[in-house]
């Protein structure tokens, strides 16, 4: 595992990366000069390497940017409020090394004070930015597609599919779905499915008994398995009605060890959100607490009460 930072002749270095590819090159970057990369991808191209770009589908890029060819995949990316950027700047070559810092990748780049960093063969971190780079695909594929629904109160509703827990022979369980508003927490109740064996079904659940020949492999292998779940849980949610989800939880507890020593007289949960469509990223949190019982309102503490016998 390497790491370098470069302040100056980014442009070079970057070039010069891009030709050592092999197998592929995913770029993700706000801004793109075509003039300077077009040539640059197209060359990789020819030599084989799998070229991905994903950039931000501002005016400069309209105007400058690299043209979208047959030789490479490129993607515009819209954001959900106007004035917000996809402002990344990261590039991730065969999977081993990525390149990430302020460095835009324009002509106007090289008169300011940039950087990037260069890191090589920390597959933990190539993960994630393959993860980002792959919900972003999935998130320019189905944006024209998304409409956000209002509460009453005004605020943003989403739709939450609740994974049970499974017991009993035919490891049971209760998918429901509700509707559930951003800024107050209100809830609605959409519907409920009866499940056996939904989890293995799914790929949540799995024996973890491979070897691995390198840990690029074993990378490799993770990465395609997640994004598996995704697309099971998504085939699953698309299967059941015409809800369309939003993002997957469940029900877990956020004191379990101290309710085991003893410290802490009862269970206290939260909704952890195991997916979330990107589209909704900005508003849909990574967990919701549970806001206290319910006695007269429909809140988060009804769907916890549903799940859990409290
Ligand atoms: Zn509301």
């Given at each position: ?32 000069n ?18 991905e770009?994903?950039?931000d589908n ?48 324009s ?24 993860t ?22 005004g ?9 049970g ?5 035919y ?11 951003v ?18 079904q ?40 015409g ?43 990574e967990?919701?607490?549970?806001d ?9 503490n ?9």
């Amino acid at each position: 595992m390497t790491s370098d930072v470069y302040f100056e002749d980014i442009e070079q270095e970057i070039i010069k990366l891009l030709h050592s590819s092999k197998v592929s090159v995913q770029i993700c970057v706000a801004w793109i000069n075509g003039k300077i990369f077009t040539p640059v991808l197209k060359e990789i191209a020819k030599k084989g390497v799998n070229v991905e770009l994903i950039y931000d589908n501002n005016h400069s890029n309209i105007r400058h940017g690299v043209p979208s060819s047959p030789e490479y995949s490129s993607y515009a990316i819209n954001t959900r409020l106007s004035g917000a950027f996809m402002h990344n700047k990261f590039c991730i070559i065969d999977d081993e090394i990525v390149i990430n810092g302020s460095y835009n990748w324009s002509a106007k780049a090289k008169d300011s004070f940039e950087n990037i960093v260069v890191i090589k063969n920390n597959f933990k971190l190539i993960k994630k930015f393959k993860t980002e780079f792959a919900d972003l695909i999935s998130y320019c594929h189905a944006f024209s597609t998304h409409k956000v629904a209002k509460c009453k109160c005004g605020s943003h509703l989403f739709n939450l599919g609740v994974l049970g827990q499974e017991s009993g022979l035919y490891d049971e369980s209760r998918v429901e779905i509700w509707s559930v508003c951003v800024k107050n927490q209100h809830v609605k109740y959409v519907g409920e499915y009866h499940e056996q064996y939904l989890r293995t079904q799914l790929g949540l659940q799995y024996d973890l008994d491979e070897y691995y020949d390198s840990p690029k492999d074993e990378m490799q292998d993770e990465f395609k398995r997640e994004r598996e779940v995704i697309a099971s849980l998504q085939q699953y949610f698309d299967s059941l009605s015409g809800t369309k989800i939003h993002a997957v939880g469940s029900v877990s507890p956020i004191n379990h060890n101290e309710y085991m020593q003893g410290w802490e007289p009862d269970l206290n949960y939260e909704i952890y959100i195991r997916w979330r469509d990107m589209y909704f990223r900005k508003i849909i949190p990574e967990s919701i607490p549970d806001d206290g019982y319910s006695f007269d309102e429909v809140n988060i503490n009804s769907i916890i009460s549903s799940q859990v016998e409290i």
